[in-house]
Each structure stands twice: as structure tokens, then as C-alpha cells.
């Protein structure tokens, strides 16, 4: 069976307050790639700053204080500045976001085979984690 070289890709936008995300966010993106679930393809970090201005920092250019040091990552410049500055859109002024491009290595194999037999991903949702927790909370 081929197999697929990546399987399949989200981009994800990922706000916080602030110019920075906290240290938890941080462990908690280095765990899910550590643990392989999830391959960093690109990550890229942008503000809207209170004028309204868009700065864009690509991960190469982050001081190493926020923890991301030794981090490879094998698709830099996936996601175009034009698409970094469509996701800023949806910021608030004075708060920040990071872009990640992540594969879902999970699911690589799966896609292969999936391919092959002629199947396709006809739709595709994503429910947020707070969404279900307070959902299932309040059913029990």
C-alpha cells in the first residue's frame, strides 16, 4: 500500500490575550508533538496591536523565553502571510494568536488506506472542547 507522506492538515488560530501565550500553552504544544499525535508543520504567532496594526512573528524570530527552542519544524512557511493576515482578522485589538499548521500523524495511515479503496473524508466538524464539556456536564 503507498503510502501518504503527511496525513491530513489543520490550521488552527489559537487567540489569548496579550502579546505572548502563557507557559501552559506552551508545554502543552511541546507534549501533543512529543507524544506524536500531531506533527508542527508551520507555527507563526501574530498580534493585533490596539492601532489596529498586525504584527507577524515566524517562530525563528521568537527570543527564546517562551520555550520553543530546538523546535523543528518541517513545513515553515506553509501558511501565507496573506492567509496569516486574513486569520488576524478575526482578532480583537490588544490580543494575540498563534498559527498552527498541524498533521494529524494519527490519521496518516488511515488516510492512505482510506484513499486506496476509494474513500473520501465527505465532511468534516470540529466540536470545541468547551462546547462538549459543558454540554455533557450538563446532562449528567
Known amino acids: 500500500m503507498p503510502e501518504f507522506e503527511y496525513g491530513p492538515v489543520e490550521v488552527l488560530l ?9 507557559p501552559d500553552v506552551v508545554t502543552a504544544i511541546l507534549t501533543l508533538i512529543g507524544s506524536g499525535t500531531v506533527t508542527l508543520l508551520d ?7 490596539l ?4 504584527i507577524v512573528l515566524e517562530v525563528e524570530e521568537l527570543d527564546d523565553d517562551l520555550g520553543f527552542t530546538g ?31 498541524v498533521e494529524h500523524t ?3 495511515e488511515f ?24 454540554l455533557l456536564a450538563t446532562s449528567l
Do not use: C, K, M, Y
Open 71 to 101: 523546535l523543528e519544524l518541517t513545513e515553515i512557511g506553509l501558511t501565507a502571510e496573506q492567509d496569516i493576515h486574513g486569520l488576524a482578522g478575526d482578532l480583537e485589538p490588544g490580543t494575540s494568536a498563534a498559527v498552527l499548521v
Open 51 to 54: 492601532d489596529g496594526s498586525v
Open 14 to 22: 489559537i487567540g489569548f490575550d496579550g502579546e505572548r501565550p502563557g
Open 111 to 134: 488516510a492512505s488506506a482510506l484513499h486506496l479503496a476509494g474513500g473520501r473524508v465527505v465532511r468534516s466538524e470540529r466540536i470545541p472542547a468547551p462546547v462538549v464539556n459543558d
Open 106 to 108: 494519527w490519521a496518516r
Open 43 to 49: 507555527l507563526t504567532f501574530v498580534t493585533r496591536a
